[in-house]
């Protein structure tokens, strides 16, 4: 029997229904080395963590990822149920963030590679590309432990590979594959479509993503499936007005009405009557702005038209860019479509903390099993930390409390803080709770955790 946490049994027993029972023990072991590992991700180096490294019968451990039979497809909906089930009120507005990350790689059998922005090397003036995975994470808004912002808990994870496979690319799966090529956009679009058959009609969903994701094909299929989209908008983007009713009269009615100036003309037309707001921003302040809201129809002849609602922002003392947003339900007001954008940042702090404290770009599988499976645990890891303390927290009691110094004072809960009271969780719990009960037991728990250390 494993000697784990009862918070963290609590949580994970959802998942037994996917692994067989010898595939499922050997999966929590590794996820709890995972959780107290901070060297690469590689599987060696978390059997080496479970203090296992004399075991003839360390092939088990691979066969979680490589070969045994379960779905992370599975596993992301049990994740995402539990996620709302446990920590968001019932009857409340579910917002999900969905944004890309780029997971850098080489190599020439590694599946779905490509040649991908490089977010953080590029810069206004400079494109800078990669080569890497390119994943395509969504995640669920939370506020947790307390805390004045709201977490990113990602639960699913899609690759995106390439419509070209690399010129340097020996994997067969690439080259002799003949799946048709998907855009980003599409594989979002189904990806909001499955939510909602996983949550139900009736609950209220609200997605936010970046410039990257405006499209009519997303906005189309948030309309027929009741969700709500928000997203940032192009100031030349093609705006219509509604088409007039139409008269008593042979003829096809009219699509659209004329066409509405763009964005940007009115941004600099000074006949328009900006109205002044305390609006929600990063970093949990607030900021005025100018803001100019219009209902219209987005169209194109060979998409159709859609309704949106776009809001300007403009920066009184012109320190940030105008920005225009757009909303697909007409209910939502400016203040509230902007406190949606700005929240959309906290994904971008859950890929640091992945990288930081996961080591997602440490792993070195090249199996195309293992690549789909590997990476988007990792990232769910995220998830399962937040679930387990939180699930600790309720039954013991013990709160989290902020890492301080004496030359840094922290007032709120960040993610490093959730980890510190993780590893404490299972280290007590593996090494502390047989304390005394067999002889010599204390000098070889002593001796296990030393080297634990010197591993790290």
Same mark, same amino acid.
């Given at each position: 029997?494993?000697?784990l946490p009862?918070?963290?049994?609590?949580?994970?027993?959802?998942f037994?229904p996917l692994?067989s029972k010898?595939?499922?023990?050997?999966a !929590?072991?590794l996820?709890?080395?995972?959780?107290?590992c901070?060297?690469k991700?590689?599987? @060696?180096?978390?059997?080496?963590?479970?203090?296992k490294?004399?075991?003839?019968?360390?092939?088990?451990?691979?066969?979680?990822?490589r070969?045994a039979?379960?779905? %992370?497809?599975?596993?992301?909906?049990?994740?995402?149920?539990?996620i709302?089930d446990?920590?968001?009120p019932k009857?409340?507005?579910?917002?999900?963030?969905?944004d890309a990350h780029?997971n850098r790689?080489?190599?020439?059998?590694?599946?779905?590679?490509?040649?991908?922005?490089?977010?953080? +090397?590029?810069s206004?003036?400079?494109? &800078?590309?990669?080569?890497?995975?390119?994943?395509? &994470?969504?995640?669920?808004?939370?506020?947790?432990?307390?805390?004045?912002y709201?977490?990113s808990l990602?639960?699913?994870?899609? !690759?995106?590979t390439?419509?070209?496979p690399l010129?340097s690319?020996?994997?067969?799966?690439?080259?002799?594959g003949?799946?048709?090529h998907?855009?980003m956009?599409r594989?979002?679009?189904q990806i909001?479509?499955?939510?909602r058959?996983?949550?139900?009609?009736?609950?209220?969903?609200?997605i936010v993503?970046?410039?990257a994701?405006?499209c009519r094909?997303i906005c189309k299929?948030?309309?027929?499936f009741?969700?709500?989209f928000?997203?940032?908008?192009r100031?030349?983007a093609?705006l219509?007005d509604? %088409?007039?009713?139409?008269k008593?009269g042979?003829?096809?009615?009219?699509?659209v009405?004329?066409?509405l100036p763009n964005?940007?003309?009115l941004?600099?037309?000074?006949?328009?009557?900006w109205v002044?707001?305390? +609006?929600p921003?990063?970093?949990?302040? @607030?900021?005025?702005?100018?803001?100019?809201t219009g209902?219209? !129809?987005?169209?194109?002849n @060979?998409?159709?038209?859609v309704?949106i609602?776009?809001?300007?922002?403009?920066d009184?003392?012109?320190?940030?860019k105008?920005?225009?947003?757009?909303?697909t339900?007409?209910?939502i007001?400016?203040?509230? +479509?902007?406190?949606?954008?700005?929240?959309?940042?906290s994904?971008?702090t859950?890929?640091?903390?992945?990288?930081?404290h996961?080591?997602?770009?440490t792993?070195?599988t090249?199996s195309?099993?293992?690549?789909?499976r590997?990476?988007?645990?990792?990232?769910?890891s995220?998830?399962?930390?937040?679930?387990?303390v939180n699930?600790?927290?309720?039954?013991t009691?013990i709160?989290? @409390?902020?890492?301080k110094?004496s030359?840094?004072?922290?007032?709120?809960?960040?993610?490093?803080?959730?980890?510190?009271?993780?590893k !404490?969780?299972?280290?007590?719990k593996?090494?502390?709770s047989q304390?005394?009960k067999?002889r010599?037991?204390?000098?070889i728990?002593?001796?296990e955790l030393f080297r634990?250390?010197a591993c790290?």
């Amino acid at each position: 029997m494993l000697n784990l946490p009862q918070a963290m049994i609590t949580v994970l027993v959802s998942f037994a229904p996917l692994f067989s029972k010898p595939v499922y023990k050997n999966a !929590l072991e590794l996820l709890a080395a995972h959780f107290l590992c901070t060297g690469k991700r590689t599987v @060696t180096n978390l059997i080496k963590c479970l203090g296992k490294c004399k075991d003839s019968k360390f092939t088990k451990y691979f066969y979680v990822f490589r070969k045994a039979k379960w779905s %992370p497809f599975e596993s992301s909906k049990i994740l995402f149920l539990l996620i709302v089930d446990r920590l968001l009120p019932k009857k409340t507005q579910i917002e999900i963030n969905i944004d890309a990350h780029l997971n850098r790689r080489r190599g020439p059998k590694i599946k779905g590679l490509g040649y991908h922005r490089d977010a953080v +090397a590029s810069s206004k003036h400079q494109k &800078v590309l990669t080569t890497g995975h390119n994943w395509l &994470v969504a995640t669920v808004c939370v506020r947790m432990f307390g805390s004045k912002y709201k977490w990113s808990l990602p639960f699913l994870s899609y !690759l995106l590979t390439p419509e070209k496979p690399l010129s340097s690319s020996r994997n067969e799966s690439d080259l002799k594959g003949k799946r048709r090529h998907k855009k980003m956009t599409r594989i979002t679009s189904q990806i909001i479509i499955q939510i909602r058959r996983w949550i139900g009609p009736e609950r209220e969903i609200i997605i936010v993503a970046d410039s990257a994701f405006c499209c009519r094909e997303i906005c189309k299929t948030c309309k027929k499936f009741n969700v709500i989209f928000c997203t940032q908008l192009r100031l030349d983007a093609s705006l219509y007005d509604f %088409p007039p009713t139409q008269k008593n009269g042979r003829g096809r009615p009219r699509v659209v009405g004329q066409r509405l100036p763009n964005l940007e003309t009115l941004l600099n037309d000074r006949k328009q009557k900006w109205v002044r707001l305390s +609006a929600p921003w990063y970093s949990g302040k @607030t900021k005025v702005l100018d803001v100019l809201t219009g209902t219209c !129809l987005w169209y194109h002849n @060979t998409v159709g038209g859609v309704p949106i609602r776009w809001i300007i922002t403009k920066d009184p003392t012109r320190g940030n860019k105008p920005i225009a947003i757009l909303v697909t339900d007409f209910k939502i007001c400016a203040e509230q +479509a902007i406190a949606l954008f700005v929240g959309r940042w906290s994904i971008e702090t859950t890929f640091q903390e992945i990288n930081l404290h996961f080591g997602l770009e440490t792993i070195h599988t090249w199996s195309d099993i293992s690549i789909n499976r590997i990476a988007p645990t990792i990232i769910a890891s995220y998830s399962l930390a937040c679930l387990i303390v939180n699930e600790s927290v309720k039954e013991t009691g013990i709160e989290i @409390t902020p890492q301080k110094t004496s030359w840094y004072e922290k007032e709120t809960i960040s993610f490093s803080d959730v980890m510190v009271y993780l590893k !404490l969780l299972i280290l007590n719990k593996k090494y502390f709770s047989q304390w005394g009960k067999k002889r010599g037991c204390e000098k070889i728990y002593i001796e296990e955790l030393f080297r634990l250390i010197a591993c790290a």
